[in-house]
Nanobody, 123 residues
Framework: QSQVVESGGGLVQPGGSLRLSCAAS????????VGWFRQAPGKDREKVSC????????DYADSVKGRFTISRDNAKNTVYLQMSSLKPEDTAVYYC????????????????WGQGTQVTVSS
């Protein structure tokens, strides 16, 4: 069983919004930097966004800047990815990953990965 679990995926029309959640089941997510990644069919996994342990630093892929917002609620042990103005090219499986780091690490330094949640943007 994954120690981080994603939820909130689904089917949405272009221009719509979804909020993904990443929850930790066996550790305190507040001690971890958390990243969101996605993988579309036939494509490599790409980093979408990341938030530092304290939440004071965030970064985004150029393709989602201005449309996606990452945030965290440490009281709820959860990290969110608010996705707006969704496009068909945002269709992918979205993964959450946690790294016992202060700041966002490289993709190779994440300690835990979820099993992913499907996001489909289609009319």
């Amino acid at each position: 069983q994954s120690q981080v679990v994603e939820s909130g995926g689904g089917l949405v029309q272009p221009g719509g919004s979804l909020r993904l959640s990443c929850a930790a089941s066996r550790f305190i997510l507040a001690y971890y930097a958390v990243g969101w990644f996605r993988q579309a069919p036939g494509k490599d996994r790409e980093k979408v966004s990341c938030i530092s342990r304290s939440g004071d630093r965030t970064d985004y892929a150029d393709s989602v800047k201005g449309r996606f917002t990452i945030s965290r609620d440490n009281a709820k042990n959860t990290v969110y990815l608010q996705m707006s103005s969704l496009k068909p090219e945002d269709t992918a499986v979205y993964y959450c990953a946690a790294a016992l780091r202060t700041n966002c690490p490289t993709v190779y330094e994440y300690d835990y990965w979820g099993q992913g949640t499907q996001v489909t943007v289609s009319s």
